[in-house]
Each structure stands twice: as C-alpha cells, then as structure tokens.
C-alpha cells in the first residue's frame, strides 16, 4: 500500500503533462490554420484591390485612339494650327504658325519619300530615353510625380492628358497610357508620333516644320549637327534661333560635348559636327494684321484656358468677339484722323466713318510723332467688337500701353462722392484759395476760376480746382483703391490728386469697361476671370477642334454689381448733360451725336495725351491720342472728340434712338442754380436737379440775399432811413475766401456799413442796452434798458417784422418807472418766425409827446442741419498711408455757421468755421468714436450722433 501511492501519484503527474503537450499542439495546429487563412484572404483580395486601383486610375481614361486623330500624316487635326476667326467664323485674325511652313508629319522609315534624318532619330532617343527600343513605354516609378521621363509618356502628357493638373494621380494615368500605345503603337510610331507633335518655339510643331522654319531645309537633310541643334532646342523651345540664337548654338555645343563623354559618337564626328557652320533662316513676321493687339489678347486667354503647350499644338478654331466691318471702319478712321494732323492727304473712298469727320479739327502746327488706340465695346453682351493698339499712321502695336487718363478720372471721384452723401447739386467752389497743395505744380490762369457751381456743372466741364479740392477732402488713398472694384490696375498705390493732371494710370480698355459701367447703371457685363474673380471684356466666344468638338462656349455673359443703380446714374446723368458740357465746348460741339449718350473729354495738364470716351445704350467707345517717344507736344482735345463723333455716328446711322430708364430711387427738385440749394426769393436762377432720395437739400438758399439798400449812400438802410430812399438789391454772399476772386472778376458785394441815419432822440438817456442792435438771438431773451431823467407816463417795448414795420406788436407789460439798465421786458422769440425785426423802447410823456429807440435784431431759432458723410456707422474703413482720415460732414443753416466741432473719442480735435465741413484728422488704427457739434450764429446747436468706427 505504502508504494501503491507513490505510482498513482506519478502516474497522475504523467498523464497531466501528456494533456498538456496534446492540448499545445492542439492550439498551435489551429493558430497555424487562422494565419495561413488569413494570408489565403488577403492573396485572394490582392486581384480585387487591383482592379479597384486600376479602375480608379483608368476612370474616364482618353482614348489613345485619340492619337491617330492627331496625327495621321493625311488628316490629322494637328496638322491645322490654331486659328482664331471673327465673329462670324468667316474671316481668319490669326493662325499660330510661321506663314510659309505650313505642318507635315513624316515618317522614320527611309523608305518613304520624305523622312526623318537618321541622325535626328538618334539623337533624340539618346536625349530622351537611350533604352527608349527596348523600354515598355514608362518608368515604374508609380508613385515619384516627377514629369514625364519617356518618349511614350512625353507623347501622352502633351496630347491626351493636357487637360488635367499636375497631381500623382495624372502620373499614375500618364504611365498607363504610355504602356498602352507603346503596346498598341509600337515604338516606331511612339517616336514619329513624338519628333511630329514636339515644340520646337516661334510656333513652330514637328521638327520638320522646325527645320524649313529655323535651317531653310526640311528634316530629312539634316545633318549631324543640325540634328543636334533641333534636338536641344526641343529641350528648351523658348531659346530658339529666332528669340535666343546664341543661346541656341550654347545648348547645341552641350548636347554634341554630353554625346562625345558618353561615345554616341566618334571624336571626329564631334569635331566636325562643331565646326559646321549653320545659316539660320531669316523670317519675316508679318505685323498687318487686322487685329494685332486683339488677337494677342485672345492669344493670351486661350493659353490661360487651355496652357500654352495645348494651343501652340494647334487642331483648335476659335471664334472671338470681332466684328471685322467695326474693327476696319476703327482702324481707317483713326488713320485719316492721324494723317490729317500730320497735314497729309488721304482716300476716305472707303471708310464708311469718313463722311462725319470734321476736316477741320487738326493740331496745329502739323505733328507727325502722334499714336493713336482705341476701342468699342457692346456693353450688353461686354464682347469686345473692335480693338486698336498704340498705332501710328502706318503700323498697329500688339501691345495694350498704359496711358495717361488725367481728368478721365472724374467719375470715380464722383461715384464716391455720391456714396459719401455728396449730390450733383452740392455746392463747390473753383476759386484760388481752394487749390491743394498739389495742384500748385499745375499753375491756372488768374481769370480761368468759375466761382460758386453746383457739382455737377464741375465735372461736367473738367474744373479741376473743385474736384481736386473733394478728392482731397475724401482722401486720395481711398478713392484711387476703390478704382480697383472698377477694374483699374495701376491706381491702387497712388497717393495724390496729380493723377487728375498726369501720370500713368489707365489703358484704353480699361477706360472703356469703367465707362461701360455707368452705361449699364452700375453693372459690369462680360466673363468672371478665374483669377481676379473680376469681369473682363468678352474675347473668345468658342473653342473647338477642327473636327468640331466643342472645347469651350460662352453661352451667355456674366456680370456683377459694382455699385448701386442709384449711384451711378448720378453719374450716368452728369455724363450725358449736353446743356451743361456747352460752358466750357460751346455748340455745337463733337460729344453731341444727336441722341442720348454720356461722354467726356479726358486730357493731362500738358495736353499732351487726349481722349474722348462715351456710350448710347447701344456702344461704348473709347478714343485716345498721344506723342510717341522724345516728343510732348500739346494735342487739341478734338482730335480725340473727331474719331469719337465719326464712329459712334456711324455705328447708329441705322439703329432707333434709345435711352436709360430712371431708377427706383431717384427724384427730381428744383434748386437755386449755383448754390444747389432749396430757391428762394433771392435766387436770380433755377435748375433741375436729380438727388438719391433722403439727399435732397432741405435749406434755403443762402448764396444770394436781398439787402435794403440807401440808394444815395449805397449803405444798408435801417429803420430810421426814409422810404422813399431804401431800394432792395440782391447780392451773392461771398465767404472770405473768395473775396479775392469776387475782386477780381467784378462781382458786387454788399455794404458792410449801416446807413447813417439815427433816430432822433429828444433824450439821450433812452436807450435799448440788451440785446444790441443787428444781433442774432434765440430762445428767451431780457431787453434791458435804461429810461431816467424824463417825466415818463407808460414804458412799453414793440416788435415789428421787417425793416419798415408796418404792424407793432407789444411785449410785456406796461411800465412806468425810470430805471438804469433795467428789465423792460422777457421776449420769447420762439412764437415768432426766423427773420429781422425792429425791437422798438416806446416811452410816452406827460404831454403825451411820444420818444423811441429803435434796433434792428435777427430772430434764428433754426438749429444748423447736421449730415455725417464720412465715416459712416460701423464702418470698417482701411488707414491711409499718411495716417490721415479726412472726416466730413454736410451742414447748413439759413443764418451762417459760426463753427464746427469734431470730437473723437470725447476729445475736441478741431474745430471748422467755413464749409465744405471737413477735418483731416490724425488717427490710430483701433476702435474710434465721433461726435460732431455744429454752432450757427444765434447760439444754435446741433449735435451728431454717436458715429462708432474701426481704422484697420
């Protein structure tokens, strides 16, 4: 018993671990299973994933079948450059080719009639691809996006894959297309396919349309070394014979070097392949074209919607914008215009325009270094119609100058102006005193100043010295940036108002689109450009193959809202003002076409640029006229108006007249005519005027005032001067600031003095003390006096209304007790209307004989009207440069202003005692408060509210 145990033990044990080494090899047995199965599934996906990718990558795939299309050595598409035609797809503008190489596609193979030159053949593979005969068509770098790197794939990115951007995921498609057609194809065809579809610069596709063009031969005589100078100008097309000929025979030299290193080829075939003289052929471009500034424009559009490589490959019709009977009819007018300064005799047969030209609008004496540009635009659709560069009588430029627009700019201000509260029937003044600083470099003549105007007869003439002073209560910086919105480039970064006199600013179609806003009442019509998200003038119209495959078509124009209707036929309205542009161009005169349109002369100080630029509802047209190099002869502003008048009388010879509709918005008052104010008596002349409602004026006139006059003294009467010697006469009220000018061109002012004639006083101890005599006063006043040494009966004080009062009225009680100085009544004057008054002390004695002492007051109980124009509540408004923000404020009163506080952030910081109303103030950026405190002079005041604003 006593070994039993111990056995049973140890066989327990045993049988234990048994279990155990059964139970491991159990688990590592299905361990093993689990994992090769899950390597089973995954192999098994691997197929599945694949074709997901490859799905993936070859989705929406273009078919290399394209590439036969292309370039079939017959009827390949390629073969035709691209041809840009007019509107009517009838007349060709332009074809990117070199004129007497038309294209054609050879072959490899020497047994046919004309192929390429061995040499060529083999130097391009060695450049290209050296393993390019045994290779698959792609390097197995899937995932490297690092360009083409084959012959195949340089094929497939050039021709089938153009369309799409540059990611990993074009790489991926770039290198199954190139396997494709390398399997499909053969490499044999890759590579004529290849030297047939290469750039070569200068328009110029396919190394035999290379070779005529640059070597005068075509490709299969090519020898050695031209073969290796073609070769690396495939390389880098940009340096070729024509732009770049010695950095052509550089890159020649490296290619022939990097072959000897690599033994392509012998030393002696290097050393005579380098001393091989090459003759580059001469080409002459022709530059008379019918359009050469447009098509360079349409040009430049097609390669921003297609890529430069894809339109130099050709296969590509576009139809543009041009009307060829406008652009024709542009061209021959502005030449005759041109010759006829230069007093040269021209044939007019021809041109339709020629018949409304004015023979005698020359520039005297005959200048020949004059250039000319111009344009007309169909604001409706925004197509550009016709387009003329900087040309002279002989030759059209390619080129889009930027040009001087001096006064062109105007309406920009004006747009502004009406934005900040300001309306055509604002008040300015042309006087010296309000030059700027700036304009003191463009000396005017003593006798040229206007005076007192409304705004709109300012901008309607060009007076400049009223608009530069607004452009400068504005603020330059922010009316220039806002040119931007408008679709200027070159006026953001300008500071000053000498813009408005010379300096570089604007290029003809630029000019054209801006005023082509106000014909469409503030909408800027045409195609969004993807950049810029801005409206360009519409160039292109449709895009397709020459197989007709639509590429692109503009369906219908897009626009955008720059400003408001309202505003800008305020701007619209001063434009076609015909009666107001007679003060300064008489009549007749060239802006009148006889039906509506909004046009203006632009010219600089020197006169040596000058423009005409207008529209009808139908067109726009802009006309310029400037000296060519080393010259600044001053050209006559009717040059430009000639052009302008011809054409635009010619584009409507058989259209019905139109007009513009008047916005919702808009009403109509009548004014005094050179204060812009409400009429009154006073006004010797009233006008129209349109105001965006709430803008209307809701003072009097204050610029002329009737004054009763002693006709033999010529003072101002009083209630003492007999009236039978008191004439009333009307004078403008001339500030201080213009006197000068009032001086000087004969203007009547009214007598300072008062008429010397007194009231007879049997006492003199009668007096009135308070209020004194010609005071203004408001509100509730103390008449203090003094009545002593009389035996007085009754004291009584008397109003009448009027310097000859026919009505007395008392006030206060009777009194009958002598004082010094003291109170004879309390008058309210708020019971009685604004206006002069006689305010009599009547004193009856005990003989019941009567004394008085008569003063004249002005009752002004009207608080000033009190308008914030700038900034407004909220506003977010950009710092100038020069840290200055110009505050402004529109204020009036029937009585006269004494002074105008401007407090920022609850600080006094100036104070205004003379309109306009506007403070140049000194400001950090930051949050800012306004206030604004108007004071006339009775006492009344009027405070602003509190305008809250951010300077960034």
Request: charged content about 20%; glycine content about 6%; overall charge negative.
């Amino acid at each position: 018993m006593s070994r039993l145990l111990p056995y049973l033990l140890i066989r327990e044990r045993k049988k234990r671990r048994s279990s155990k080494v059964r139970n491991s090899q159990t688990k590592m047995r299905y361990r093993g299973l689990g994992i090769l199965a899950f390597f089973l599934v995954i192999l098994s996906m691997v197929p599945i994933v694949l074709g997901v990718l490859y799905s993936y990558y070859t989705k929406d795939l273009p078919s290399v079948q394209l590439l036969d299309i292309y370039l079939d050595p017959t009827s390949g598409i390629l073969l035709k450059p691209t041809t840009i035609f007019d509107r009517n797809e009838e007349k060709i503008l332009y074809q990117l080719q070199n004129d007497g190489y038309p294209r054609r596609f050879l072959s490899i193979d020497p047994n046919n009639p004309e192929f390429f030159s061995p040499y060529l053949v083999q130097y391009t593979v060695f450049e290209y691809e050296p393993d390019f005969w045994t290779s698959s068509g792609y390097k197995p770098n899937w995932l490297d996006n690092v360009g083409p790197q084959t012959i195949a794939e340089y094929v497939v990115d050039r021709l089938l894959l153009w369309q799409e951007p540059d990611s990993n995921f074009r790489n991926v498609r770039m290198k199954i297309l190139a396997a494709q057609i390398t399997k499909k194809y053969g490499r044999t065809q890759v590579l004529e396919w290849f030297l047939n579809s290469q750039s070569f610069g200068h328009f110029t596709i396919g190394a035999d349309a290379a070779a005529r063009t640059f070597l005068g031969k075509p490709a299969s005589l090519l020898s050695m070394a031209e073969s290796a100078l073609l070769v690396s100008i495939s390389r880098t097309p940009s340096l070729n014979p024509i732009d770049a000929p010695q950095a052509v025979i550089e890159n020649q030299l490296t290619l022939l070097q990097k072959m000897v290193d690599m033994k392509k080829i012998s030393q002696l075939e290097y050393k005579n392949a380098i001393s091989e003289k090459i003759e580059f052929q001469k080409i002459m471009i022709d530059q008379h074209l019918l359009a050469n500034a447009y098509t360079r424009l349409v040009l430049n559009q097609l390669y921003d919607m297609l890529g430069f490589e894809r339109v130099e490959l050709g296969g590509i019709n576009v139809v543009s914008s041009l009307d060829t009977v406008i652009q024709a009819s542009l061209i021959c007018t502005s030449q005759l215009q041109l010759r006829n300064i230069q007093g040269l005799v021209s044939d007019s047969t021809f041109c339709g325009p020629a018949k409304f030209l004015s023979s005698t609008v020359k520039s005297s004496p005959n200048q020949t270094n004059i250039i000319t540009s111009a344009t007309v635009i169909d604001q409706n659709s925004g197509e550009l119609l016709a387009l003329i560069g900087d040309s002279t009588s002989i030759f059209e430029s390619n080129l889009i100058s930027t040009h001087q627009a001096g006064s062109l700019l105007t309406p920009l201000i004006a747009v502004n102006a009406f934005a900040r509260g300001f309306s055509l029937a604002s008040q300015v003044w042309d006087i010296p005193n309000y030059r700027t600083t700036n304009q003191n470099m463009y000396p005017q003549a003593e006798n040229s100043y206007k005076g007192p105007m409304r705004l709109r007869t300012a901008l309607a003439n060009d007076y400049l010295t009223p608009i530069s002073s607004l452009l400068d209560q504005l603020g330059t910086e922010i009316i220039w940036q806002s040119g931007k919105s408008f679709g200027f480039s070159a006026l953001s970064n300008e500071t000053g108002t000498e813009l408005l006199y010379e300096k570089k600013s604007a290029n003809i179609l630029e000019v054209a689109e801006f005023y082509a806003t106000f014909a469409n009442l503030g909408t800027r019509i045409g195609k969004i450009n993807p950049q810029s998200k801005s409206i360009d003038p519409v160039l292109i119209k449709l895009v397709k193959t020459v197989d007709n495959v639509l590429i692109y078509e503009l369906k219908k124009s897009e626009s955008q809202s720059i400003v408001s209707p309202q505003l800008a036929y305020l701007v619209h309205d001063f434009l076609q003002d015909d009666i107001a542009k007679r003060k300064s161009l008489g009549y007749p005169n060239l802006l009148e076409i006889g039906r509506p349109a909004g046009v203006k002369y632009g010219q600089t100080y020197k006169h040596d640029e000058v423009w005409a630029v207008g529209y009808t509802p139908q067109y726009t047209t802009a006309v310029w006229f400037g000296n060519g190099e080393n010259s600044d002869d001053a050209i006559n502003f009717q040059v430009a108006g000639n052009v302008w008048y011809a054409m635009m009388q010619w584009l409507h010879q058989d259209l019905k007249v139109e007009t513009w509709s008047t916005p919702a918005g808009i009403s109509e008052i009548e004014v005094c005519a050179l204060s812009g104010l409400l009429p009154s008596n006073s006004c010797p002349e009233l006008a129209k005027e349109k105001f965006i409602d709430g803008t209307q004026p809701v003072n009097v006139d204050n610029l002329f005032k009737k004054y009763e006059i002693n006709r033999e003294t010529g003072l101002l009467a009083t209630v003492f001067t007999p009236a039978d010697l008191i004439e009333s006469r009307t004078y403008m009220v001339i500030p201080d600031e213009a006197l000068e000018w009032a001086k000087q061109n004969g203007i009547d002012l009214p007598p300072k003095n008062y008429d010397a004639i007194q009231s007879p006083s049997l006492n003199s101890n009668l007096k009135i003390n308070t209020p004194a005599n010609y005071e203004f006063i408001n509100g509730v006043i103390d008449v203090r006096g003094t009545v002593s040494g009389i035996n007085l009966k009754s004291i009584r004080i008397q109003i009448g209304s009027g310097l000859n009062p026919q009505t007395w009225y008392q006030v206060g009680e009777e009194q009958n007790t002598a004082m010094v100085n003291g109170l004879l009544a309390t008058w309210d004057t708020k019971l009685y209307d604004d206006g002069l008054y006689a305010l009599r002390l009547q004193v009856i004695l005990e003989d019941q004989s009567i004394e008085n002492h008569t003063i004249q007051v002005t009752i002004d109980n009207t608080a000033p009207t009190l308008r914030v124009l700038f900034p407004n509540k909220n506003e977010s408004i950009q710092r100038a440069t020069n840290a200055i923000t110009t505050l402004q404020a529109d204020i009036q009163d029937g009585g006269g202003i004494a002074k105008v506080e401007w407090w920022i952030d609850s600080k006094l910081i100036g104070i205004s005692n003379h309109s306009p109303f506007s403070f140049p103030a000194l400001l950090n950026t930051g949050n800012h408060s306004m206030v604004i405190k108007a004071f006339d002079l009775a006492g009344n005041s009027t405070t602003s509210e509190v305008i809250e604003f951010v300077l960034n």
